[in-house]
């Protein structure tokens, strides 16, 4: 026992410098949209009016996020506003649907920030952001598929 204590300074110690440094995951600016095939897009798949894409973009950049994530949310999640509780004001399906806020704009604007900024989200690429949102493997393909279709 004495031998192990007398010889372990010169063990070698692991020290923070002798770990690499992670590599920072910056997300990819968003991409922008115009208004007009936000506004088309919600159109031709019958969202709920009011579409409140002034919110939706407004939050959007606000949280670095490209609006046609949270486009393609509300329509993976309530069909564009169709399908939800509509007592909750909660068409992007946050907390399994289980979230009330007070106003769809307070949905969005809530939505928006924790995906820009939240503490599951942040520093995570889009598609890190939407297996965090909704873990099921179909999920991510769903709403990326969705942005896609979306010319810059």
């Given at each position: 026992m004495l031998?192990?204590?007398?010889?372990?300074p010169a063990l070698p110690v692991s020290t923070i410098a002798d770990v690499p440094p992670k590599a920072i995951v910056r997300p990819l600016a968003p991409k922008r949209v115009p208004t007009e095939t936000l506004s088309?897009?919600?159109?031709?798949?019958?969202?709920?009016?009011?579409?409140?894409?002034?919110?939706?973009i407004?939050?959007?950049?606000?949280?670095?996020i490209p609006a046609s994530?949270?486009?393609?949310?509300?329509f993976v999640e309530s069909s564009g506003g169709k399908h939800y509780d509509a007592e909750t004001n909660n068409p992007l399906g946050w907390q399994n649907g289980k979230a009330a806020f007070p106003s769809?704009?307070?949905a969005i604007q809530h939505v928006s920030q924790e995906l820009g900024s939240g503490r599951w989200y942040a520093g995570k690429t889009l598609e890190e952001k939407l297996r965090v949102y909704n873990p099921r493997p179909y999920y991510s393909v769903?709403?990326?598929?969705c942005m896609s279709q979306f010319a810059e």
């Open positions: 031998g192990v204590l007398l010889l372990a088309s897009f919600m159109r031709r798949k019958q969202f709920v009016e009011p579409y409140n894409l002034p919110v939706i407004q939050s959007a950049s606000r949280a670095s994530l949270i486009v393609c949310i509300e769809v704009p307070a769903k709403v990326l598929g």
